[in-house]
Nanobody, 125 residues
Framework: QLQLVESGGGLVQPGGSLRLSCAAS????????IGWFRQAPGKEREGVSC????????YYVDSVKVRFTISRDNAKNTVYLQMNSLKPEDTAVYYC??????????????????WGQGTQVTVSS
């Protein structure tokens, strides 16, 4: 059974950077498209980015394009989210989860499983 654990969050000033990690155990990550979601206080959870398992194609929500980069290292069974030029509005708990694919492209729809603990990202001066 695939288990994912998020890490790498923290407190950072506006304009700073963080790299989140999504480490898998139990099953190899090769077979899964993985997405990052976030939930800010009082707001609904939103899809941020995903990466397919077939060709590594990616998706980003408009608000993070250019600033965030998703990648995967199947040898380490880990997916990363590099976040640069962080803004206060990026403050949220970030979660990773398997997502569905359509014609090999990942989409921001959770594919079964459950949500983990997430990792808190706080952008503040």
């Amino acid at each position: 059974q695939l288990q994912l654990v998020e890490s790498g969050g923290g407190l950072v000033q506006p304009g700073g950077s963080l790299r989140l990690s999504c480490a898998a155990s139990g099953v190899t990550l090769d077979y899964y498209a993985i997405g990052w979601f976030r939930q800010a206080p009082g707001k609904e959870r939103e899809g941020v980015s995903c990466i397919s398992n077939s060709d590594g194609s990616t998706y980003y929500v408009d608000s993070v394009k250019v600033r965030f980069t998703i990648s995967r290292d199947n040898a380490k069974n880990t997916v990363y989210l590099q976040m640069n030029s962080l803004k206060p509005e990026d403050t949220a708990v970030y979660y990773c989860t398997p997502v569905l694919t359509v014609e090999k492209m990942c989409i921001m729809v959770q594919s079964g499983g459950s949500w983990g603990q997430g990792t808190q990202v706080t952008v503040s001066s």
